[in-house]
């Protein structure tokens, strides 16, 4: 169940971990549960986001979710569509994601490239439905390149491939 935030839990909404000009930001639709109550991205443990950064070749060892910060040091950003609530995305009100605020934070920041970790946030910033979407990088458009990543979440097991991960980390390293 989706949740929005009451002044005790703002403080474990998520803050976003960007820089300008950043190679790469790994772009989510909202904290899940775990992430919020501890508050550190992709926080739980059936959660692949860590474990996939390490095996695609993103960072040199394994990170845990604490160590969020610590990924500007490897060109990484970290942000979520929805700085309001937290809960599982399906279950977020459309309205909860601040698109426009993504666009401009896009704008001012300039990040070369934008990893979405979900469909669902993929479609908030193209414009499409999900199922119109397809995993991998995207084909060229204006601003920055954009790649679509399988969910890391536990709740997407049947849908995971490292494949597109890898793609990314490509041209992280690129």
Not at 105 to 119: D, M, Q
Request: proline fraction near 7%; charged fraction near 20%; include cysteine.
């Amino acid at each position: 169940m989706a949740r929005s935030a009451t002044a005790r839990e703002a403080a474990h909404i998520l803050p976003d971990r960007l820089a300008p000009g950043l190679r790469l930001w790994f772009v989510g639709t909202a904290a899940g549960p775990k992430s919020a109550a501890v508050g550190a991205y992709y926080a739980h443990r059936g959660n692949r986001f860590w474990r996939a950064l390490h095996e695609a070749g993103i960072t040199p060892r394994l990170y845990t979710p604490d160590e969020f910060p610590l990924m500007l040091d490897h060109d990484v950003g970290l942000t979520d569509f929805c700085k309001t609530g937290w809960g599982v995305d399906a279950d977020i009100a459309r309205e909860a994601f601040d698109v426009a605020g993504f666009r401009r934070k896009v704008a001012r920041l300039r990040p070369h490239g934008l990893a979405f970790t979900s469909k669902m946030a993929a479609s908030l910033w193209l414009g499409k439905a999900t199922g119109r979407i397809a995993l991998g990088r995207q084909p060229p458009s204006e601003g920055p390149v954009v790649f679509v990543l399988p969910s890391p979440s536990g709740l997407a097991t049947s849908y995971w491939s490292i494949a597109p991960w890898r793609e990314a980390a490509d041209f992280l390293r690129g």
